[in-house]
């Protein structure tokens, strides 16, 4: 099935390249604020972008990384989930494996080893599993 776009392609991306570079420099809180954002960006208009699922069972997987940083273990759980069954029903998701929680929380965290300004906070990620 062809999707289409978003009407305003150009402007789109910007906003997501926003967000993302909001999401990498920012502390815990901004971050947080970045993936809220981004998620909004693709629950509107993600469905006519292709593997948009995988793209915000991403975010979400995020953002589970971050309600447990600040505590909150429930929403954290929440997320994760939701991430997760978007993974198990995207292609992209199957084939990279990412099809239990430990694996997304793998994946999430290695992705982040440098780069990711809050994630440099949180160097001990024990304390981080949903």
Known sequence: MRTNPPRNTESWFKTL????DRYLT??????????????ALFRSTGPRI???AF??????????EIEACLGDSEAA?????????????????MRAGLTTR??????????ELT???????Y???SHTDA
Do not use: C, M, Y
Request: glycine share 4%.
């Open 123 to 125: 160097h001990d990620d």
């Open 17 to 20: 390249e926003n967000t993302t």
């Open 26 to 39: 920012s502390d815990i809180h901004g971050a947080r604020s970045a993936l809220l954002d981004a998620e």
């Open 55 to 64: 793209a915000l069972a991403i975010i979400l997987a995020k953002r589970s």
């Open 102 to 111: 430990e694996a997304v929380q793998t994946f999430i965290r290695q992705q």
């Open 77 to 93: 759980a929440s997320l994760l989930d939701e991430a997760l069954r978007l993974l198990q029903a995207e292609p992209l998701g």
């Open 115 to 121: 780069g990711v300004k809050w994630r440099e906070a």
């Open 50 to 52: 292709p593997q948009s």
